[in-house]
């Protein structure tokens, strides 16, 4: 199966190199790589051009955001799989998108999750987080579950049934995605139980306390929109689960 990997990026000079590098080594005979830049000033784009040809398509123009340029990738690609690896980003390894691809059809699945590290921003190899998702089970997200994002796969057809990204909720558009999709349509998920992607510390959403309490409301509005009502303590597990990742 192909898999089409989706990369946005502004501004980012310092860090693009290794994530595109890391999507290049993957040993997975069909991967289509896309990178969409917001216009960046620099030199981001002219690291991404000398990659030539081994980049599939490269679109640079100004967008309304990370997940605005989500979508245009998503519009952008062909393949039956469909990742989103950010540009701080790197795959933990080369096999990663053929075990991804193995056990999607192993499975009959449409989705396939894994585990994340957190690491420093200068040294990879210091880990901060370790992000262990466990095997979903129905209801999960009720507890506050959620499972990395950017080693979050799904079938291109999950996106043309139930849509993309909403531009309206902030750094939470990925969890109401994942939300509408896994617990909301119910789409047949895999976990794969290994770190998938390696993520330099410094998110949006967690970086100060204004943006955790402005998460913490989106995450609510994520509900809300989708008609589905949390438990009192759903949105209370959900940061919380997080300090379990430092042990």
Same mark, same amino acid.
């Given at each position: 199966?192909?898999?089409?990997?989706?990369?946005?990026? #502004?501004?980012?000079?310092?860090?693009?190199? &290794?994530?595109?590098?890391?999507?290049?080594?993957?040993?997975?005979?069909?991967?289509?790589?896309?990178?969409?830049?917001?216009?960046?000033?620099?030199?981001? &784009? &002219?690291?991404?051009?000398?990659?030539?040809?081994?980049?599939?398509?490269?679109?640079?123009?100004?967008?309304?955001?990370?997940?605005?340029?989500?979508?245009?990738?998503? *519009?952008?690609?062909?393949?039956?799989?469909?990742?989103?690896?950010?540009?701080?980003?790197?795959?933990?390894?080369?096999?990663?998108?053929?075990?991804?691809?193995?056990?999607?059809?192993? *499975? /009959?699945?449409?989705?396939?999750?894994?585990?994340?590290?957190?690491?420093?921003? @200068? &040294?990879?190899?210091?880990?901060?987080?370790?992000?262990?998702?466990?095997?979903?089970?129905?209801?999960?997200?009720? /507890?506050?579950?959620?499972?990395?994002?950017?080693?979050? @796969?799904?079938?291109?057809?999950?996106?043309?049934?139930?849509?993309?990204?909403?531009?309206?909720?902030?750094?939470?558009?990925? #969890?109401? @995605?994942?939300?509408?999709?896994?617990?909301?349509? $119910?789409?047949?998920?895999?976990?794969?139980?290994?770190?998938?992607?390696?993520?330099?510390?410094? $998110?949006?959403?967690?970086?100060?306390?204004? /943006?955790?309490?402005?998460? /913490?409301?989106?995450?609510?509005?994520?509900?809300?929109?989708?008609?589905? *009502?949390?438990?009192? #303590?759903?949105?209370?597990? *959900?940061?919380?689960?997080?300090?379990?990742?430092? @042990?």
């Amino acid at each position: 199966m192909k898999v089409s990997i989706i990369t946005v990026v #502004y501004n980012g000079a310092s860090t693009i190199r &290794q994530c595109i590098d890391s999507v290049l080594m993957q040993d997975h005979p069909e991967v289509e790589y896309i990178i969409v830049d917001g216009n960046s000033t620099d030199g981001t &784009q &002219q690291i991404v051009v000398s990659y030539g040809d081994k980049i599939t398509r490269f679109i640079s123009e100004p967008d309304r955001g990370i997940y605005d340029g989500m979508n245009k990738g998503i *519009k952008l690609a062909t393949g039956t799989i469909i990742g989103i690896l950010n540009a701080d980003d790197f795959y933990a390894g080369s096999s990663i998108l053929s075990e991804v691809t193995g056990l999607m059809e192993e *499975k /009959n699945v449409q989705g396939c999750y894994g585990d994340l590290q957190y690491v420093d921003f @200068f &040294q990879e190899d210091k880990i901060k987080r370790n992000w262990k998702s466990g095997v979903y089970k129905p209801g999960a997200f009720l /507890n506050g579950w959620m499972p990395p994002h950017p080693a979050f @796969f799904v079938k291109r057809e999950v996106y043309e049934k139930w849509g993309s990204f909403r531009l309206d909720l902030g750094s939470a558009a990925d #969890y109401e @995605f994942m939300l509408r999709v896994v617990h909301k349509a $119910g789409i047949s998920v895999a976990y794969l139980p290994k770190v998938l992607v390696k993520m330099r510390v410094g $998110g949006v959403s967690n970086s100060t306390l204004k /943006n955790r309490i402005a998460a /913490n409301r989106n995450d609510q509005k994520a509900w809300l929109i989708n008609d589905l *009502k949390p438990r009192f #303590y759903t949105l209370l597990l *959900k940061p919380l689960r997080k300090v379990t990742q430092f @042990f």
